[in-house]
């Protein structure tokens, strides 16, 4: 070898030696720092760690050093929860496969997560881990924690297996057990979960919290005694909550095992779950006092039971009921028995609780459907009950006493027993009296008929015969009437009822219809012989009495018979004092029909007869030729009463008197008067006639032609034909040939539209019309009358034409004529007719005021019948009520209450009910409700008005169930009463979110 590549050789060697001695100090100067970094690892300076490890792999000499860096780079990302540290792991996995820290940073990882809580993230990193490579010393580290990983993120059926596999670890052995036990418990495996927790119960770790599981497990495998006494051995040691749930199962064991003096304390002291009950917590306790007979709180607890459904709920509306029913509250027992019949959960408890029902329904009444239904429904369900013969009973008598008499005929009308078809006689019968009391007389005229023909009840065929006859009288079949008094009096047992009290009064009205005045005489005399203390009826048989003498010419009869009537000074003086005085002018005592009527016209200012007195007077006086006395007492009447019908008569007599005394000229100008301001009336024909001899007397017929033909109404060259074609008409009218007559009055207007006998022809006409039921064709002929003078007929038909505009509720229409005929009517009935007319259609109107006035207006009128007074208060009560003056609506209620019958009186009733609770006076308020339900049930509006008000009143008293209840069945049950239904959802939602807050079974909209 040379020099030279010695040399070279020897110079590489050299630096070979440099190099690899300088690779030596770089790596060992990076063990250095692998192992500061590795030291700051451990003692948790994860932050200033990373950084050095980051340093170190940046330069690593290999790339053993690299993967170990990168390791516990991605390591103390976890630690310091920095946002890559899942990617850094798997980058680490990912980037050196073959490093054996590869299944370490799994398990590392899910160990960090695992002792940190977060078991989700733990789960995701154990899952990765390759059991094969963990070391037998961490095994059972291992298979606790991801069996309680498992556990905690659901995985139970994983979580059991790795916690079985380390039962027998003396390190994790008890936890495992623990937690293997409680899944058991929460599975509702009692006996596994029974046995791992007693083989950790001496364990001090476990032994508090096992308490009141162990508690829980021996009540739910029914080991109550032994569930006692570890509740009560913990439970004073326990929490708040816990001691709430320790008293529950304490409370529940002693409740299973019928100890419910002991149930009670510790079922009061659970507080639920957040706070709330649920519906079988309040079922228990009311049911705990209800076996102690505490009757007062079992009620408390179970109608806390809000909306249920279920058998608990069944059961505690069954013994709901029964504490009712102990405490003597019949109608809340009602609703509870209605409520546990309505569930089929028990089958023993659905038809004991639905005989209480029914029994309970016909004692007091129900608002949701007619006894006779409840009573029938049971019967048909529970054919072989013991109870069939008793309610069978009940039911036939339940038909009278419900009230419910037009559902009661429905259910009744083809049931063919003798006990059926005498409850259907005594049923038609109270219906007929219903509808007859509501005015539909043909409906009532046919319930009686079906009454009488039934014949079962010799009480009721009398009754329904007299009724029939009364019926028969309102039709104006005054022959039939007749008959049917007479045969109620001829049965035996029409001594035994009301009605005979006042027959011989009946009978006399009748005959008075009939015109047959010798009979009527008689049998008001019968009636006044045996009726000394009726004042207010014995004064009106004397007044017909007088009328019966008077048209029978028995002036002198008729004279004591006023006489009497005006001693008693009840109704109607005015007539008897008018009718007196005319009498005394028919036997010729003529100075005492003068003094009489002169009397009268001072002592009666306001009676609607005093023009007919200054009329009578007048005539008087021409009789006996005081003409100025006569003329004087004519200008009176014409000046006081303008429109009264006897200003045409008064201006005719006028001229015909000084026509008598030849003073042609004064008898033209009130002749004139008359044709002009009363055209088409008989004084105006008169007139002309009387005026056309005047004028044939003065030469002057030229005059009278000119004068005569400013008159529409008179025709002089066809006054012949126009006289024989309305006698040819008024001839049909008078036979009672309908058709006919319309015929002949409608050829004689077309030929003679303003004809001498047009008004009268319109007025026949119309009536005609009526009388065929066509209000609408009779309607413009009325129109025709009213728009003319006053006359004869211009009273009648302004009330035909009132009530042709208030039948079709036209009552604007109607207001004016009403109010016309108040001012103008001669007759009182008239002026009655108009006031209580006008309150309702001004109530129609919603004029309140006005309506109240005239309400009061018709109260101040002694006579009124009993359903005028009653509709007046009505209205009074009705506007008080629109308008906000409670005060006055409750006063007019209550009038209204005694004398109504029918709607009215429910409405009366439930308006009383209303006040009471407004009042705060609840439980009486529910007491009229009940009369209500119970005596008015076929009026549905009011029931259900009614029930919504109960519950109400309910709900104040602390009886949610009742309020509940009874809201819920007014929505099922009466849909066709939509305002009703809308108030009683909006107070049921109200209620119900209000019990929901403590009540958890309760359901919601919210919920």
Known sequence: MTFRKLSILLTFFLCSFYLQAQQSATYTSDLVDYQKALTLFNNKQYQAAQSMFEAIKSDAPNETLESDCAYYIANCAVRLNQKNADDLIQEFVDNYPTSTKRNTAFLDVADYYFANGKYAYARKWYDKVDENSIARSDRDKFNF???????????????????????????YGSQAKYYIGFMAYEGDDYNTANEFFDQVSDNDKYKEKLSYYQADLNFKLGKFEKAIALAKEQIDKSSPQEKSELSKIIGESYFNLEQYAEAIPYLKNYKGKRGRWNNTDYYQLGYAYYKQNDFENAISEFNKIIGGNNAVAQNAYYHLGESYINLNKKQEALNAFRNASQMDYDLQ??????????????????????????????????????????????????????????????????????????????????????????????????????????????????????????????????????????????????????????????????????????????????????????ALRLNDAYLRLGDGHFVSSNYQDAIAAYDKAIGINEIESDYASFQKAMSYGYVGQTSNKTNGLDAFIKDFPKSALRDDAMYELANSYVKSNEIDKAMSMYDRLNTEYATSVFVPKALLRQGLSYYNANDNERALTKFKKVAKEFPSTDEANQAVSTARLIYIDLGRVDEYAAWVRTLDYVDVTDAELDNTAYLAAEKQYLDNNTDGAIRQFNKYLNEFPNGIHALKSHFYIAELY?????????????????????????????????????????????????????????YPQNITYAQSNLMNAYYQIEDYNKAVSYADKTLLNSKLDTKVKSDAQIIIARSAMKTGDEVKAKNAYAKVEKIANGVLAAEALYYNAYFKHKEGSHEASNVVIQKLAKDYSSYKYYSAKGLVLMAKNFYALGDAFQATYILESVISNFTEFNDVVIEAQTELNTIKAEEAKTNASIETDQN
């Open 145 to 171: 924690n991801y069996g309680y990983t498992l556990y905690s993120t659901g995985d139970e059926s994983g979580a059991n297996k790795f916690l079985n596999r380390v039962v027998n670890s003396k390190e």
């Open 349 to 534: 408890i659905e038809e004991d609780a639905w005989l209480n029902y029914a029994k309970i329904s016909y004692e007091i009444g129900n608002p949701y459907q007619s006894v006779p239904q409840v009573l029938t429904s049971y019967l048909d369900s529970y054919p072989d009950s013991g109870y069939k013969e008793e309610l069978e009973t009940l039911l036939i008598d339940s038909y009278i006493t419900s009230k419910n008499y037009k559902e009661a005929i429905k259910l009744l009308k083809n049931k063919k027993s003798f006990e059926n078809r005498v409850a259907y006689q005594k049923v038609a019968f109270y219906r007929g009296v219903e509808v007859y009391n509501d005015g539909d007389y043909n409906e009532a005229k046919n319930l009686f008929d079906e009454s009488v023909k039934e014949a079962k009840d010799p009480v009721f065929t009398a009754r329904a015969t007299f009724w029939k006859a009364e019926t028969d009288y309102h039709l104006n079949n005054f022959d039939n009437a007749l008959i049917g008094f007479k045969q109620f009096m001829q049965q035996n047992e029409a001594s035994q009822v009301d009605e005979i009290h006042n027959i011989d009064y009946n009978i006399a009205y009748t005959y008075f219809k009939l015109k047959n005045y010798n009979h009527a005489t008689t049998s008001f005399q019968k009636f006044i012989n045996a009726h000394k203390d009726d």
């Open 770 to 826: 009526s009388k065929k039921q066509l209000p609408e064709t009779a309607m413009p002929h009325y129109q025709y009358v009213v728009d003319k003078q006053k006359g004869e007929f211009t009273e009648q038909s302004i009330v035909k034409l009132s009530e042709i505009h208030l039948n079709s509720s036209n009552w604007n229409k109607a207001i004016p004529l009403l109010k016309r005929l108040e001012t103008e009517a001669d």
